[in-house]
């Protein structure tokens, strides 16, 4: 008689281990809960690192911080409840942002759903409008093909972030062992990279051909997709100047030449405006041309030029200007394409007045880096940084002072992701762990956040975790004891009407001190590099809380408040 075939099993718990492993998942973030604890078992035996964070907020923050620097999927996990409530904010980010980055919340049982079950609430309902894609698992035979799923979703096309619950017994649950596959080039992005319509790239090298000005308007899809040469080649080919979005910084060497800076009404200047307003044609490229980048869609001024969009995403082109030529595809197929389509031409145009905007806006900037106020002047702190980091380091910055002074101000030098600010919903206290999961991804660098005190107070948690983990990342902190952003608006726009905004000091260097981490506060604007510096070349997490001018007090504010 034939003995029955054993099908080798895992648990559900083991399989989800396993599937995260062959998508090549070294880390994960997070925090433990009642419904998580079979997985947690899996971890103590397997050779994924857990990052144990201070919420769970944070640990997504901190794999968006590793996806970006790694280019590799980052993953977080949480409990049920709660767990599923604070990882949100992360996700949400990670997924307008356009970065893969994989949530897991356990879940309650599957058998004891609809019984007023503590922690239970609608996990799919939740994650569905903020995911790219997202999953509750009803049986633990799922679990290998929507892991499957949830990778391929978050690094093809747009990539995005997923949500999957697991509930506690689908992870005590059998899972057949063959069925436990995967291809390893969905665990990094953009896999699966599509072309563009050969068509579109003939109309857009037409176009391209009949121009006398154009500018490329980069955003964040150039780095996503690593498509910093083609974009240098294509920009070089017609000498034309290439600006960028906040997140566009690292598309281009922002020492060369033909580098712009950033556009926008957080941290453009009037300066790279002008050279936008002065082209006869516009390539945007992995851009959306949202409210930020465009001044509220003022510049380009709609029909002033003409405007080729280059996007990974179909909905993108034409979204916010009548676009001449749509050129949907992989940022770094689309511009090799143009390269092809352009071979021979090799134009050399005037590029004085890109040189002079740059000199102008530079100029004002050191005069007002070199003063000697205090408070001390946010350019002052930039220009500090700036002197003293290695070109290679990892810049993250919060909105608030930090990211239009740091998008204006600091040259990235080099390409590829060196600087990088939470832009999709700029909540703010996204920089420190950010960093952190930017200083788990790339260690051999120093990674450096800049907070206000705003964002200081929603995220000094997760000090404890840099400590824990002795992570040589430096902290700074724009210290005003404001939303200034906010009443810099209560100021422009009504009337200095200053209404629940300010806050009282804190003095952040002792609040770090007391987590373990080495600080400074610095009042004296003669004692700022020497303070950085010290933090800087340190080996263990540092502190350096600098006492600041608020934007409402600024005299040049770098960038315009726009709602
Ligand atoms: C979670 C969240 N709540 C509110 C806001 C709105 N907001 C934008 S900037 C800002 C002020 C930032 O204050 P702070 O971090 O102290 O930096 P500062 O502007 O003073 O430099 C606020 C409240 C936000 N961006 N995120």
């Known amino acids: 008689m034939n003995k029955p075939v054993e099908m080798a099993t895992l648990t559900g718990a083991e399989a989800v281990v396993e599937m995260l492993r062959a998508h090549g998942v070294e880390v994960v973030f997070g925090l433990c809960g009642d419904t998580s604890l079979p997985l947690y078992d899996v971890f103590y035996s397997s050779k994924i690192r857990h990052v144990l964070t201070r919420d769970e907020r944070h640990a997504a923050y901190m794999a968006d911080g590793y996806a970006r620097v790694t280019g590799k999927v980052g993953v977080c996990e949480g409990p049920s409840g709660g767990g599923a409530t604070y990882i949100l904010p992360g996700l949400v980010e990670a997924n307008e942002s356009s970065i893969p980055v994989l949530a897991i919340n356990t879940d309650v049982s599957v058998s004891s759903r609809g019984r007023f079950t503590l922690t239970e609430l609608d996990q799919k309902s939740l994650f569905k409008p903020l995911t790219k894609w997202n999953a509750v698992l009803d049986r633990p035979a799922d679990i290998p093909r929507t892991f499957r799923k949830a990778f391929e979703e978050m690094t093809t096309g747009r990539p995005g972030a997923a949500h999957i619950a697991l509930p506690f017994d689908v992870q005590n649950g059998p899972v057949d062992r063959s069925d436990v596959y995967a291809d390893p080039t969905l665990g990094s992005f953009p896999s699966r990279r599509t072309g563009p319509d050969a068509f579109f790239v003939e109309l857009a090298a037409k176009l391209i051909r009949s121009s006398k000005s154009p500018v490329f308007v980069v955003g964040g899809g150039v780095v996503l ?172 910055a919060d909105p608030g002072t930090p990211c239009p002074y740091f998008s204006a101000y600091h040259v990235v030098k080099g390409t590829g992701r060196r600087y990088f600010s939470n832009r999709a919903h700029g909540a703010l206290g996204y920089a420190l762990a950010a960093a952190i999961g930017a200083h788990i991804g790339r260690p051999a660098v120093k990674t450096v956040a800049v907070m206000g005190d705003g964002s200081f107070g929603m995220c000094v948690g997760e000090l404890e975790t840099a400590v824990r983990l002795k992570l040589p990342i430096t902290f700074v902190v724009i210290s005003n004891a404001v939303y200034g952003w906010i009443k810099a608006g209560q100021k422009t726009g009504y009337g200095q009407r200053y209404f629940s905004v300010d806050f009282g000091a804190t003095d952040h260097a002792k609040v770090a001190e007391a987590f373990g981490v080495r600080s400074w506060k610095v009042t004296d604007p003669s004692r700022l590099q020497d303070a950085l510096k010290q933090a800087l070349n340190s080996k263990e997490p540092t502190l350096v809380d600098i006492v600041c001018q608020p934007l409402h007090e600024a005299k040049a504010p770098v960038s315009e408040w726009v709602a």
């Open 225 to 396: 997709s690593r498509a910093e040469t083609e974009l240098a080649e294509l920009a070089e080919k017609l000498s034309a100047p290439v600006a960028t979005t906040i997140s566009g910084k690292g598309s281009i060497d922002e020492r060369c030449a033909l580098s712009v800076g950033v556009v926008g009404s957080n941290g453009g200047t009037p300066e790279t405006r002008a050279i936008v307003d002065a082209a006869d044609l516009v390539i945007f490229v992995g851009c959306r041309a949202g409210s930020v980048t465009t001044e509220r869609w003022r510049h380009p001024a709609p029909g002033a030029a003409r405007i080729i969009h280059i996007d990974v995403d179909p909905a993108v082109p034409g979204a916010n200007y009548k676009v001449d030529v749509p050129l949907i595809g992989d940022a770094k197929l689309c511009l090799s394409a143009l390269n092809e389509a352009l071979e021979g031409v090799n134009r050399s145009a005037d590029l004085s007045h890109v040189d002079q905007a740059k000199r102008d806006k530079f100029e004002k900037f050191e005069q007002l880096a070199a003063s000697g106020e205090t408070p001390i002047r946010p350019e002052r702190v930039v220009s500090a940084l700036d002197s003293l980091l290695d070109k290679d380091s990892i810049l993250v």
